[in-house]
């Protein structure tokens, strides 16, 4: 799922009894990482001066928002590949799915990918999404495979499609300030596309590794794909919680 990489740009915020520090978040409007903060009032303060936005922190300040009553919009974790100390294997560019599926390049519009990511992440899934169609075409899907969040949509990218030529999974990769990175993976659910996940990470795990020195991705908390990344070689490298400022 989407994580988006920072501006650079550090913002001090000053109210009667808390002081806190946050960064901007590049391509995502209204979306700050809270860096530091002092004082009891910090969601009254973020409240009063990011109003409608998101903000993203540790776990220190997110369980100190939690107990200020802050609504969390997810626990995820970060996590990285070394592709220089543990490159992957080279046969993994070749491997292919079962006919009638085929690898395709990721160069269809949203819309066409959004049925299957759609399945993916069904009610009850850690990463189910209530938004409407057009919401998440324009939103979620549209700005990564433009590579207008996250950075230049990368070759690694891929989709695989059924007899018909319909998308039934998919891997968008984008360069994210010099990490490749993998900013969603999807699949149907039917049993007949189990395995395309992994397949794609490893394609793509092996289309990254000439280019790039580490390879990263965010899982939400208690999503089983984070099972598969591991067993890829992915470590935890940050864990982080996003609340929707009131």
């Known amino acids: 799922m989407l994580h988006e990489s920072g501006t650079g740009e550090v913002v001090a915020l000053t109210g009667q009894t808390t002081t806190l520090r946050y960064a901007p978040l590049a391509g995502a409007p209204r979306m700050a990482r809270l860096i530091a903060a002092e004082g009891p009032d910090v969601l009254e303060l973020l409240h009063k001066r990011l109003p409608g936005w998101n903000v993203v922190t540790d776990l220190t300040h997110g369980h100190r928002l939690l107990r200020a009553g802050a609504r969390l919009r ?4 970060t996590m990285h590949r070394d592709l220089r100390a543990d490159p992957p294997p080279q046969d993994w560019a070749g491997l292919r ?3 009638p599926l085929r690898v395709t390049a990721c160069d269809r519009p949203a819309e066409a990918l959004l049925p299957a990511w759609r399945e993916a992440y069904p009610p009850g899934h850690p990463d189910h999404v209530t938004a409407d169609d057009r919401t998440l075409r324009t939103e979620l899907l549209q700005p990564l495979l433009s590579g207008r969040v ?10 695989v499609t059924d007899g018909a030529g319909t998308v039934v999974a998919g891997l968008i990769a984008n360069d994210r ?3 490749a990175w993998i900013s969603d993976v999807f ?5 007949a596309y189990t395995g395309l996940g992994g397949l ?3 394609r793509a795990l092996s289309g990254v590794a000439g280019e790039f020195a580490r390879v990263g991705l965010a899982v939400t908390v208690g999503n089983p794909a984070q099972r598969l990344y591991r067993t890829l070689g992915f470590e935890i490298t940050e864990t982080t919680m996003t ?4």
Do not use: K
């Open 177 to 179: 300030a010099g990490t």
């Open 150 to 159: 996250l950075g230049p949509l990368l070759e690694a990218s891929a989709l």
């Open 187 to 191: 699949r149907r659910r039917a049993p």
């Open 243 to 246: 609340f929707a400022v009131p």
């Open 200 to 202: 794609l990470l490893r």
């Open 97 to 99: 799915p079962p006919p």
């Open 74 to 77: 997810r626990h995820a974790h």
